[in-house]
């Protein structure tokens, strides 16, 4: 795995990794190493903090493998086996060295063949973490703008005092 990558995490991001890393204890492997560089090369952000073009869990991405695009994905918090074609899970080698990566950033890891594979992320479609903060900014900017403003009078209004000719005082006089 490359020691350029830089990961930047969510605290819930962190967690779902600490909880595969705890799950995954002492045993060798490349999975059990690229989720240890992982926690090793990270640094830790509120979900109001992360930046927008950073993949994190629920993200959808495109990225490239050795220069071919794939995707668009998303990546998710499920096991590997049996999800739609449009997911990636974060429990899978690709989903995982992915997970923390900005635009641009590159990451290698061992591929199925003993080869190493060239991850980039080429750009993220959608992040439920800036897609929150923009409906959150929506919001206060619709509260702070008042296109009607309201004013109360408090001033005495005037009546109008209406004689009528007719002497007949009504249902009310009975």
Known sequence: MSREAFYQL?????????????????RPGPFAAVLREKFNRSRVFS????????????TELVYTINGVRAGPHVLVHKPAGGLPRLALSVCSMRGLALLGLAVGAKTEIPGNDGEFEVLTVESVVFQPEAETR????????????????Q??????????????????PGPSAA
């Open 47 to 58: 979900r109001e903090d992360i930046p927008a073009n950073v993949v994190t869990i629920d």
């Open 10 to 26: 969510t605290a819930e991001d962190a967690n779902v990794l600490m909880s595969m890393l705890e799950r995954q204890g002492d």
């Open 134 to 149: 923009l409906k959150e900014d929506g919001r206060q900017a619709a509260e702070l703008i008042d296109e009607a403003p």
């Open 151 to 168: 004013v109360v009078d408090f001033r005495p209004r005037p009546r109008k005092i209406v004689i009528s000719d007719d002497d007949d």
